[in-house]
């Protein structure tokens, strides 16, 4: 089980009469749910020296046409405690749980795990505070999942170069790096991200005016969990803006 260590640290201006720093790890980094196996536990852990507050909300989690993240509260899941306070080096159990299993297409969500200001602390009001908030991603998977992640061939237009994603299967996609290089040593990464089932995401890269020029061929890899795939693109100068 993967665990992730998050540390808000807080960069105040001179003039603040302090700074305030918490940490806080959250297990595991991401949940799926299936008929059978319909609730998770979400352990989060206290690695600071102070006592934390911590909200919990899940929010359904959908892309829109540009493949960015929309969320909008929802019912379908249960999960508590909503709010909870945690000792340090202690922890406490989220437990969520959906009310039916997924139909043909997988449900997304998001469990923002949020620390929050002690509203009984003087000590809090003077100072300047960075709260931290992490979402896990929770998956309500069909019965007969299906990975269909078709990659187009890349395009180049005014030294952009775009290669579109599309998820065409039920379940989604998870890219965790998209790399360009050119035939002239140049090698750029671009980060990955989710693509949810039905939707299409478009990752690009402004390339250096005299890398595009250079350059006789660029190549992008794609890699993600169950995904490969590599691209050419032979370069028109005169798409290099």
């Known amino acids: ?59 359904e989690w959908t892309q829109d046409a540009q493949g960015k993240d929309v969320y909008t509260d929802t019912t379908d899941l249960v999960y508590f405690p909503r709010q909870m306070e945690i000792e340090p080096d202690g922890r406490r159990l989220v437990r969520v749980g959906a009310k039916a299993p997924a139909g043909a297409t997988e449900r997304t969500y998001r469990m923002f ?18 709260y931290f908030r992490f979402g896990v991603p929770i998956f309500l998977t069909p019965a ?9 061939e890349p395009t180049l237009d005014k030294g952009r170069l775009s290669v579109v994603l599309k998820n065409n299967g039920n379940r989604h996609v998870r890219i965790t790096r998209v790399n360009v290089s050119a035939d002239a040593g140049f090698s750029r990464e671009v980060a990955g991200w989710y693509s949810l089932a ?18 006789k061929t660029l190549s992008v890899a794609i890699e993600g969990e169950g995904v490969r795939a590599d691209r050419q693109l032979h370069v028109d100068p005169a798409r290099c803006g």
Request: hydrophobic share 50%.
């Open 198 to 215: 039905g939707t299409e995401r478009t990752y690009a890269l402004d390339l250096p005016r005299d890398v595009c020029r250079k350059a």
């Open 144 to 152: 007969a999942p299906r990975l269909q992640a078709d990659i187009q």
């Open 113 to 130: 795990i949020e620390e929050q200001p002690d509203p009984a602390s003087e000590a809090a009001k003077a100072q300047v505070s960075v």
């Open 1 to 59: 089980m993967s665990i992730l260590p998050l540390l808000a640290l807080a960069l105040a201006a001179a003039a603040a009469p302090a700074a305030r720093a918490s940490e806080f790890m959250v297990s595991p980094v991401r949940a799926e749910l299936r008929a059978g196996a319909l609730s998770e536990t979400i352990t989060v852990a206290n690695r600071g020296t102070n006592r934390i507050r911590i909200g919990v909300k899940v929010m």
